[in-house]
């Protein structure tokens, strides 16, 4: 019997009703669970993938949200059997506060729509982000009235764990939940690593030990966070270095990074009137063929479109690429800046290059990517040790210190530039020279 009256949790034992995912993963699901899974704007998912882009490079990354929410709602009943057994995390975290974290672990996605994180990234004044959506699925409509009826909790405090539309969580108990579904151990990222991995077709993500993960998890130090034993130390730290193996060659791999700032310059430039409103209807395919559609009359778009949507692949060819330590200040002059300066600056770049090439090279014909303004979750992580003492894991771990702090974004997120394919080989300069021109762009657009 769990500490929770949580019939999710009791269904997990029995696994009456189950819906397998990969890899030969059983969900066990109750009907409430079901009844939520067939509303539309769930469905929906099913037709969202969870990498977009990415699968241009790995073509196995054909995976969807549908199926992570299934892998991060199975997580969520794991952690919480486990947690069962933490007597300082089962005095502040209530039956309502189970019910409200299984519900937002089914639902975290449910505000996604395509290719959703790098167009967030480019910030624009009219794009909402994806938990603005999120909110509104959870607490109007089908998924609102399931939610009361069956579950009875308040919609509106399952999506304050997706989404909080204040500050700080109002209990320890709630503070205990959201940390398990948005920390630096957290149930979305021990399932999105290893799914990622595991259709990408790399060995990455899933070198790390998730059960071991789950079964060291318990309170924090303040009871508000959560924490692991000692006994999940090795798998945390292998965790990390997951992540950071994951960025840099599949989430952050050049050709990727190149797809993504050929999609982004065509959002800033066809997505200025749409509203993301009727983004969060679409299926990748329907956000492909608008896409498409609003580039077909303006010669200059439709390379880019094409290039990433159409029936062959042309991706934009990389010039150059460094991290903060191979170049700080350019890095520097470029990471997190807004999307426009990245656009200006491209455009003065194209004027620079023109003078090196036979031909003049169009403003829309370079693209400059370069790390965004959000920058990832660190790994803040206690750890009990057989003492009873908390230390901080990257005072215990070299690894983590590494490869877990504000240096991770510097290192991984690499600056780009990059030039349309058929414009390559007439570019025939060195990179000091490339270099050269890129400091005088930036020089260029930091003068005005």
């Not at 519900?103 to 449910?110: E, S």
């Not at 042309?314 to 807004?338: C, D, I, M, T, W």
């Amino acid at each position: 019997m769990s500490f929770w009256d949580l019939e999710e949790l009791r269904s997990a034992r029995r696994a009456e009703h189950l819906v397998r995912i990969p890899a030969e993963l059983d969900v066990p699901v109750t009907r409430r669970v079901m009844q939520i899974i067939d509303t539309p704007a769930f469905q929906r998912l099913a037709h969202i993938s969870q990498l977009g882009l990415v699968s241009l490079v790995y073509p196995g990354a054909q995976h969807t949200r549908f199926e992570h929410s299934l892998g991060v709602y199975r997580l969520a009943l794991l952690a919480l059997e486990q947690l069962a057994g933490d007597p300082r995390f089962t005095a502040s975290v209530t039956d309502t506060d189970a019910r409200l974290l299984v519900l937002a672990a089914l639902l975290h996605d449910i505000g996604h729509w395509p290719y959703c994180h790098p167009i967030e990234d480019m910030r624009l004044p009219h794009v909402e982000r994806h938990e603005v959506h999120a909110r509104h699925l959870i607490t109007t409509g089908p998924i609102a009235a399931l939610i009361e009826r069956d579950w009875q909790v308040d919609p509106a405090e399952v999506a304050d764990l997706i989404a909080p539309s204040t500050g700080k969580p109002s209990t320890p108990g709630r503070c205990l939940v959201r940390s398990l579904l948005n920390g630096p151990i957290d149930i979305d990222k021990l399932d999105y690593l290893q799914r990622d991995s595991l259709h990408a077709g790399v060995p990455y993500g899933r070198n790390f030990d998730q059960p071991r993960l789950i079964s060291s998890l318990c309170a924090g130090p303040d009871g508000q966070a959560l924490a692991i034993t000692s006994k999940g130390r090795t798998a945390a730290e292998m965790m990390v270095f997951a992540r950071y193996v994951m960025f840099s060659e599949v989430y952050w791999h050049h050709a990727v990074r190149s797809a993504t700032a050929m999609l982004q310059r065509l959002v800033y430039a066809v997505g200025q009137t749409e509203s993301t409103g009727t983004w969060v209807g679409r299926s990748d395919a329907d956000m492909a063929s608008a896409l498409l559609e609003s580039a077909r009359s303006d010669p200059a778009l439709l390379p880019l479109a094409t290039g990433v949507f159409g029936r062959q692949r042309r991706l934009y060819k990389r010039l150059l690429g460094f991290n903060f330590v191979e170049n700080p200040q350019a890095h520097q002059a470029l990471a997190r800046r807004s999307y426009e300066e990245l656009v200006t600056c491209s455009q003065a770049l194209a004027a620079e290059l023109s003078r090196l090439g036979k031909r003049p090279i169009q403003a829309h014909e370079v693209l400059i990517d370069a790390p965004p303004v959000k920058l990832e979750v660190q790994f803040q992580l206690s750890v009990r040790l057989s003492s009873g003492q908390y230390r901080s894991l990257s005072s215990l771990s070299p690894v983590v210190r590494a490869l877990a702090t504000e240096q991770f974004d510097n290192y991984v997120k690499r600056v780009h530039v990059f030039i349309a394919p058929d414009r390559m080989d007439e570019l025939r300069v060195g990179p000091e020279q490339l270099e050269a021109a890129l400091v005088r762009a930036i020089e260029q657009v930091a003068k005005r």
